[in-house]
């Protein structure tokens, strides 16, 4: 079994695309952290703007809980007039042919 040490254009190539992509994930990397330390002060403002729109969200979510709760109760009462129960009764849907 032997061994070929002969060095290739196409080993330096690869061997210089590999260091290239190295350094470029590295400056890529330097230059997100840089960022988000940068943007750390804007992030805490946006929290506060996010906490407050959650908080809307959650009354939107709970008004419309109450208006689905009213629309059974009416569906309910509709269904029930349509059966003879309720206001609705025969003697006074006799006086109306």
Do not use: C
Request: overall charge negative; cysteine-free; hydrophobic content about 40%.
């Amino acid at each position: 079994m032997t061994i070929d040490y002969t060095i290739t254009v196409g080993n330096l190539i690869e061997i210089a695309s590999i260091v290239g992509g190295g350094i470029l994930v590295l400056m890529t990397l330097k230059s997100d952290v840089s960022a988000l330390k940068s943007g750390a002060k804007d992030v805490r403002l946006d929290l506060g703007e996010m906490q407050s729109e959650i908080k809307k969200i959650g009354e939107v979510l709970i008004t419309q809980a109450d208006q689905n709760r009213r629309i059974m109760h009416l569906e309910e009462d509709v269904r029930e007039l349509r059966h003879g129960r309720g206001f609705v009764r025969e003697a006074i849907e006799r006086e109306y042919p």
